[in-house]
């Protein structure tokens, strides 16, 4: 049984930086695609970053140069940097994983950018 346990969120300043993980349990962590969606409140669920066959990133165009996707296949984990953030960055992250579509997903871990 796959489990996705996301952490590292909490509450920071405009420009701030904050840095979420997400440990993976149950999968073939080496060829096991990962991703982070977030959803603010009111709006849908979107896709921010993924990182798939272990080495090819994207990022949705509304954090590319702020946040940064990358795995420790040692330690079943993926990790999401995220830095400059801004109160639009509020929301509640989710790691998702597959094989092919994303279809395992955590519990969520809230953000909130404010001063």
């Known amino acids: 049984q796959v489990q996705l346990v996301e952490s590292g969120g909490g509450l920071v300043q405009p420009g701030g930086s904050l840095r979420l993980s997400c440990a993976a349990s149950g999968t073939i962590f080496a060829i096991y695609d990962m991703g982070w969606y977030r959803q603010a409140p009111g709006k849908q669920r979107e896709l921010v970053a993924a990182?798939?066959?272990?080495?090819?990133?994207s990022y949705a165009d509304s954090v590319k140069g702020r946040f940064t996707i990358s795995r420790d296949n040692a330690k079943n984990t993926v990790y999401l940097q995220m830095d400059s953030l801004k109160p639009e960055d509020t929301a509640v992250y989710y790691c998702t994983g597959g094989y092919s579509d994303f279809q395992d997903w955590g519990q969520g871990t809230q953000v909130t950018v404010s001063s």
């Open positions: 990182i798939r066959r272990r080495v090819t990133t």
